[in-house]
T-cell receptor, first 110, second 115 residues
Framework: DAKTTQPNSMESNEEEPVHLPCNHS???????IHWYRQLPSQGPEYVIH?????VNNRMASLAIAEDRKSSTLILHRATLRDAAVYYC???????????WGLGTSLAVNP | GAVVSQHPSWVICKSGTSVKIECRSL??????MFWYRQFPKQSLMLMAT?????????EQGVEKDKFLINHASLTLSTLTVTSAHPEDSSFYIC???????????FGDGTRLSIL
């Protein structure tokens, strides 16, 4: 079962960029890297995902290391609404067990 | 797009009651749906994976006779907690996706409290 490791918590100031790291040294060739975020008492929200190349969408950017053993979620300008727990998980799409770690709790200071 | 509706949002009931939770994909067809459980300050724990028209695949340690999952159509899956007890109190969350390697889209969760 693929696992990821993330820092327990991070802090940022509003309107500054945030780089959230994730290590996944046991990633396999078919694993996609998915990022989700969760606010208290809500279901997670999809943020972004990728396989090998860096990805951009309206919410964030995903930078994937060349060896794919780590990735970084980039929020270009943090807002107070970005304060959440961010999860990085590996998904091979074959319904192999998805393991969610504790994620990174991001605090955004005004 | 990609909206998942989960109902009810919260349930409080007596021990021994069975509770049904519905998960619907409103604007897409979900080939696969997932059911998770989350205890306070903990991460999501996958309970089971279900594909439309097939029996659900339960994770180790999850009793299939206690947590009945039905995925009758491409837009609806239900989780029934049978004879619920206080230890079943938790936050239950469903998700759905259109195909492999696609992201999961989550419902807002159901807070279940068994007295």
């Amino acid at each position: 079962d693929a696992k990821t490791t993330q820092p327990n918590s991070m802090e940022s100031n509003e309107e500054e960029p945030v780089h959230l790291p994730c290590n996944h040294s046991t990633i396999s060739g078919t694993d996609y890297i998915h990022w989700y975020r969760q606010l208290p008492s809500q279901g997670p929200e999809y943020v972004i995902h990728g396989l090998t190349s860096n990805v951009n969408n309206r919410m964030a950017s995903l930078a994937i290391a060349e060896d794919r053993k780590s990735s970084t979620l980039i929020l270009h300008r943090a807002t107070l609404r970005d304060a959440a727990v961010y999860y990085c998980i590996l998904d091979a799409g074959n319904n192999r067990k998805l393991i969610w770690g504790l994620g990174t709790s991001l605090a955004v200071n005004p | 797009g990609a909206v998942v509706s989960q109902h009810p949002s919260w349930v409080i009931c007596k021990s021994g009651t069975s509770v049904k939770i519905e998960c619907r994909s409103l604007d897409f067809q979900a080939t696969t749906m997932f059911w998770y459980r989350q205890f306070p300050k903990q991460s999501l724990m996958l309970m089971a994976t279900s594909n439309e028209g097939s029996k659900a695949t339960y994770e180790q340690g999850v009793e299939k006779d206690k947590f009945l999952i039905n995925h009758a159509s491409l837009t609806l899956s239900t989780l029934t907690v049978t004879s619920a007890h206080p230890e079943d109190s938790s936050f239950y969350i469903c998700s759905a996706r259109t195909g492999s390697n696609q992201p999961q889209h989550f419902g807002d969760g159901t807070r279940l409290s068994i007295l």
